[in-house]
């Protein structure tokens, strides 16, 4: 595989993607891509198809830019490729984080005066990583499985994070 240089308007989105991008997405993946470069290229068949990195495409678009990186994969079926869209973004969210570890990683880098927008997180996100709430090492205890309709009714705290939901509150 190789990295080839293509123009952006010859690219073609895939009509069936299942996989929406958000304007807000879109401004964050530009955003990326302003702070570190295109570091991840657009995969695309052997029309000129996208398969992976619509997103990458529009931010790409919307920064201006006339040409992007991208891997042909000409190798795979048709079938291969409507498959591969959809695992490319499943795989993905199948993931995890280690929030401590995270929260260690924000620290510095915020310590470092790095820009903590750029990595995705919105302000409470990071707020969140970087002061968890104390971990409550008690079994939490059970109500049978019954919900209490009455306390939903009037609202309650999360004993281990501290939420609060409030049913008159929009």
């Not at 690219?11 to 299942?18: F, H, T």
Request: charge should be negative; aromatic fraction near 6%.
């Amino acid at each position: 595989m190789k990295i080839e240089t293509t123009p952006i308007e010859k690219l073609i989105p895939y009509a069936r993607n299942s996989r929406t991008h958000s304007d807000q997405q879109v401004a964050q993946v530009a955003a990326s891509i302003r702070e570190f470069g295109f570091t991840n290229p657009v995969l695309i068949d052997s029309e000129d198809g996208i398969i992976a990195g619509h997103g990458r495409v529009m931010a790409a678009r919307k920064l201006g830019l006339t040409e992007v990186p991208c891997i042909r994969l000409g190798h795979l079926t048709e079938t291969q490729k409507r498959a591969y869209i959809i695992a490319d973004n499943k795989l993905a969210l199948n993931s995890g984080w280690d929030e401590e570890m995270l929260g260690l990683e924000l620290a510095d880098l915020r310590e470092a005066d790095f820009d903590l927008d750029v990595l995705g997180f919105d302000n409470f996100a990071i707020e969140q990583f970087l002061n968890p709430p104390e971990r409550n090492n008690e079994a939490p205890e059970s109500s049978g499985g019954e919900i209490d309709v009455d306390a939903m009714e009037m609202g309650c705290a999360c004993p281990k994070c501290g939420f609060e939901f409030d049913p008159k509150k929009p």
